[in-house]
């Protein structure tokens, strides 16, 4: 198990840092009433913010309905969701609402679900709280302005460093020194960070965990995913690194077409791959994004122990790509010259007739006559006849 | 500094040509100035300044940027530290705890 999740705080009071923002938002809580300007909890990842708003519902016995920023993005959605909410609250019991990355709606992305978001924390009769991990922007400004805002700032170091020798020791780990200070001053003040980073290194996951996964280059964490010793360190890259969820896919991919695996492995493993691609279409498709949290766990499938699996960009292997640059450059030039002579296209040549062309060429039925730099490639293409 | 100014610390004049520190809606601050300003944080446990010119993270502590309390090398190096902090989150932000409101 993971130890952000393992050690997550069970009380507001267990929580650590952040104590004067932690205070304001439980004195708005309790003086909450219908009405009242709903809370923005602004702050990098991994301080609390969401940890804060579910131990609020769980302390003072909301029910709290998570929405996040895909749930937000467009107006429909919003009226479908928060309208019942917000209408009948004595039929759905005590309802508190959390959107969490309200900054994370932006551009093309918003469908009209801000404005619309914003209609409603101007009358709002159900505590609702949102998270954003800045709010500088234009759209931000506007959230802000309709809600309070409490900032969360990241934990002072030696205040980490605190917090992570009770978590060594409920674990009964230790650490050095070198690498305790190394793990502390890397985190910047990201809790989470702080403890993905120290699990990873006390299970012996020892070369990246140097580095924050957050800066991971993403060959370095395929790498490093693959060579992991056991599911969980290769669970520990996988959830900490954070790009978008395309390149990640893209990345398994092109390392996995372009590594020697036997058919059996490949098959399996593009068979996860397309499941993963499958989800993201979805999601992209439906605007769907609370269905993102599955990708890594299908992702995850994709580790066994000593796969010879690395890290490639191309999705090919070097000879095919090498042969893709400079005879296709050849081929399509071939191309330009017999669509002149066949009075057709350039794309029929290279899709229909290029082929069979070729094939009488071989079988000595067709007989043409064509500058010396084209015959190499010719006689390359013939000899792929089978 | 293209205008001339008053530093924000010592409340000098800064003459037009001479190295200042500016940001909008703070001031402006002799270079010198600056450099002697430490942020220091207070220790959450005992009440006192947290150390901050001597703590072992202080290049990579951004004081301006962190959550203002901390604990200071003594109450951090003591036996049971952890539970100290937490006493002390319960004593001075009682509305926290809220079992026991």
């Known amino acids: 198990m993971m130890w952000s999740e393992k050690h997550r705080p069970k009380k507001i009071i267990d929580m650590v840092g952040n104590e004067e923002a932690r205070k304001s938002f439980v004195d708005w809580l309790v003086k909450w009433k219908k009405g009242a300007k709903p809370v923005l909890l602004v702050g990098p990842p991994g301080i609390g913010k969401t940890t804060l708003a579910q131990l609020a519902a769980k302390e003072f016995e909301y029910d709290l309905i998570g929405l996040n920023a895909s749930d937000v993005r467009n107006k429909a959605n919003i009226e479908e969701v928060l309208t019942p909410l917000l209408g009948n609250v004595t ?274 039925k067709l007989e043409m006559e064509f500058s010396p730099e084209y015959n190499e490639i010719i006689q390359k293409e013939i000899g792929l006849i089978k | 500094m293209k205008f001339p100014g008053t530093c924000i610390v010592c409340n000098q004049k800064i003459e037009i040509n001479e190295m200042g520190l500016w940001a909008k809606g703070i001031g402006v601050k002799h270079e010198k100035c600056a450099s002697k300003e430490v942020k220091e944080l207070k220790c959450i446990i005992c009440g006192g300044p947290a150390g901050c010119q001597k703590c072992e993270f202080f290049d990579d502590c951004d004081r301006e940027s962190v959550s203002e309390l901390c604990v200071c090398k003594k109450c951090s190096d003591s036996k049971d530290s952890f539970i100290a902090y937490q006493n002390a989150v319960k004593k001075n932000f009682a509305l926290l705890n809220l079992k026991t409101n």
């Open chain 1, 91 to 364: 039929l759905l019991g005590k309802p508190m609402i959390f959107v969490d990355e309200v900054d994370g709606i932006h551009g093309r992305a918003d469908f009209g679900g801000v404005e619309a978001l914003i209609k409603i924390l101007k009358e709002p009769t159900v505590p609702i709280i949102l998270a954003a991990n800045s709010a500088q922007s234009d759209k931000m400004k506007n959230i802000k302005k309709a809600t309070k805002p409490i900032f969360l700032k990241p934990l002072p170091p030696r205040l980490l460093g605190l917090y992570l020798q009770k978590v060594l020791k409920e674990e009964g780990a230790t650490l050095g020194p070198g690498a305790t200070i190394k793990i502390i001053i890397e985190s910047r003040g990201d809790i989470r960070s702080l403890l993905n980073m120290a699990q990873a290194h006390v299970t012996g996951f020892d070369p990246q965990t140097e580095k924050s996964f957050k800066t991971l280059n993403i060959d370095a964490a395929i790498n490093a995913f693959f060579k992991a010793k056991s599911k969980e360190e290769a669970q520990v890259v996988l959830y900490s690194l954070r790009i978008d969820p395309r390149e990640k896919i893209n990345a398994f991919y092109s390392s996995i077409v372009s590594s020697n695996l036997q058919s059996k492995d490949l098959a399996k493993m593009l068979d996860i791959i397309s499941e993963a691609d499958m989800l993201y279409g979805k999601i992209m498709r439906t605007q769907e994004w609370r269905l993102l949290r599955y990708l890594d766990n299908i992702l995850l499938r994709l580790y066994e122990e000593n796969l010879p699996v690395q890290f490639s960009q191309y999705n090919l292997s070097w000879p095919l790509l090498n042969r893709l640059r400079w005879d296709g450059r050849t081929i399509k030039a071939l191309g330009a010259l017999l669509a002149k002579k066949f009075h057709v296209s350039q794309s029929t040549i290279a899709t229909f007739y290029l082929p069979y062309i070729l094939f009488c060429i071989k079988n000595k």
